[in-house]
């Protein structure tokens, strides 16, 4: 049977009596700036939601969800006559499922563009250790392989924002263009490792978390439009997202104590701003820039997931759902009030089961009395 998510709906007061303390746990040291940017107004933030409907949209692993479409991207596995498992990749719109391809390969992460529905998705080849991306059309007719296999764990890449692609090739390069051609802009050393990476066209500026041997991973910035170098944002990050709208990163970055801090950075200002602690990840932020969702797990070691909310300018997280088996991202719908993931039901090792997946949307509103720090004209603690 599969598992009930329970809906919470959570006061920021009542987490500080009821022994949910590391939720506001110190920060620690940071790197390179002024760690003065500690916040503590709540004057005019959000810190309750309702939770207005929630909906199974369909069965399978969501990896790429376009609000501006509604079109969704998914993965769906099935037992062939060999009893072994077959992987498809499939769209979703319109309350229909599309086939797009089928392979004995996983297919672990998709990107959908915006404006021409073509999908980017990466191709894992389980034998080998290797990863392709792919470029194709939304009604699977055309595939077109982008670049060479890369260790799965080293292909780092994203389809951004106004059409770019990037992505690190086996040669280390970061690669930079669109589905028909890229160029290489920068050149990491052989001992670096990407975890993650994004581009912001608007200030050509790429976003990476990087590792040298066995160094912690960097939050790092690259500044194309002068002499491209690696600038150190901040040390043991884990994750990272990054909002097109507003130029502005949120990460995780990894206490001696073993949780996660969340900080928000802008580019514009170089404000660096700690937002609260737990055991975070999956980090995604609202159309609008306003609220970033993440999931915690009561320690490092439990897989068991709770989602919550926070404003980019507060120090009160909300909480949405808890006991979830998160096995997705988390994706937001375009007018900012609903959350679509996919959850999973418990592995079954004795009987090789493979796990069932749903994707849920999940739709929330905020208390009518509560109103945005911008529209009350309250600054972040720190901002001049």
């Known amino acids: 049977m599969k598992r009930v998510i329970v809906l919470l709906l959570s006061f920021s007061l009542i987490f500080a009596t009821c022994g949910c303390a590391s939720l506001f746990m110190k920060k620690d040291a940071l790197i390179e700036l002024d760690d003065s940017t500690d916040t503590t107004n709540t004057g005019g933030i959000t810190t309750s939601v309702k939770i207005d409907s929630y909906t199974q949209l369909f069965s399978g692993n969501l990896l790429s969800y376009d609000p501006s479409s509604s079109i969704s991207i998914l993965t769906q596995s099935e037992v062939t006559d060999s009893n072994s498992y077959q992987n498809k990749l499939l769209s979703y719109y319109n309350g229909n499922f599309y086939t797009l391809f089928t392979a004995d390969s996983s297919f672990s992460e998709a990107k959908l563009d915006a404006a021409t529905h073509d999908v980017y998705f990466k191709q894992k080849d389980a034998a080998a250790d290797t990863s392709a991306l792919y470029w194709a059309t939304l009604q699977g007719d055309k595939k077109v392989r982008i670049c060479d296999d890369v260790y799965d764990n080293y292909l780092a890449w994203d389809f951004t924002q106004n059409g770019y692609l990037v992505y690190v090739d086996k040669d280390n390069r970061i690669m930079l263009g669109d589905k028909n051609a890229q160029n290489a802009v920068f050149t990491l050393d052989k001992t670096y490792s990407v975890k993650e990476i994004t581009y912001y066209s608007a200030a050509r500026m790429?976003?990476?978390?990087?590792?040298?041997?066995?160094?912690?991973?960097?939050?790092?910035?690259?500044?194309?439009?002068?002499?491209?170098?690696?600038?150190?944002?901040?040390?043991?990050?884990?994750?990272?997202a990054f909002s097109y709208l507003t130029g502005q990163t949120a990460y995780t970055k990894t206490t001696s104590g073993g949780d996660d801090q969340l900080y928000t950075y802008d580019y514009n200002n170089y404000l660096r701003t700690y937002l609260c602690s737990n055991y975070i990840e999956k980090l995604s932020y609202s159309p609008d820039?306003?609220?970033?969702?993440?999931?915690?797990?009561?320690?490092?070691?439990?897989?068991?997931?709770?989602?919550?909310?926070?404003?980019?300018?507060?120090?009160?997280?909300?909480?949405?759902?808890?006991?979830?088996?998160?096995?997705?991202?988390?994706?937001?719908?375009?007018?900012?009030?609903?959350?679509?993931?996919?959850?999973?039901?418990t592995f079954d090792s004795q009987n090789s089961n493979e796990p069932e997946y749903d994707t849920y949307y999940l739709k929330f509103s905020f208390d009518s009395a509560d109103t945005s720090s911008a529209e009350t004209g309250q600054n972040r603690s720190g901002e001049q």
């Open 206 to 240: 790429l976003l990476l978390i990087a590792s040298a041997g066995q160094t912690s991973n960097i939050l790092y910035r690259i500044d194309l439009n002068s002499s491209p170098e690696l600038n150190a944002i901040d040390v043991n990050v884990n994750d990272f």
């Open 289 to 345: 820039g306003s609220y970033i969702a993440f999931a915690t797990k009561a320690t490092s070691q439990i897989p068991t997931q709770s989602i919550w909310i926070i404003r980019n300018d507060s120090n009160i997280p909300v909480q949405l759902t808890a006991n979830t088996l998160l096995n997705s991202s988390i994706v937001w719908t375009a007018d900012n009030s609903g959350l679509i993931f996919t959850t999973s039901n």
